[in-house]
């Protein structure tokens, strides 16, 4: 497990800032978590969960219903 910061982020699921923390105002993308001070990072493994979810979504597979 690791930390990816907001970059990271946006890098691996092709997506910018704005639209990544819409979601996570929307509860629909997992929220970052307070590593340092002001600093917040999201866990690889819950955006990976978040992919999976989506792709399955999108071709119709079964996946467990994540919640963020």
Do not use: H
Not at 19 to 42: C, D, H, Q
Not at 44 to 64: F, L
């Amino acid at each position: 497990m690791r930390f990816l910061r907001i970059n990271e982020v946006r890098d691996r699921i092709g997506l910018g800032r704005t639209s990544i923390y819409k979601m996570v105002n929307e509860g629909t993308f997992p929220k970052p978590v307070r590593v340092l001070g002001k600093k917040v990072a999201w866990i690889d493994s819950e955006v990976d969960e978040w992919m999976m979810q989506r792709i399955a979504d999108e071709r119709g597979d079964a996946i467990p219903n994540l919640n963020y």
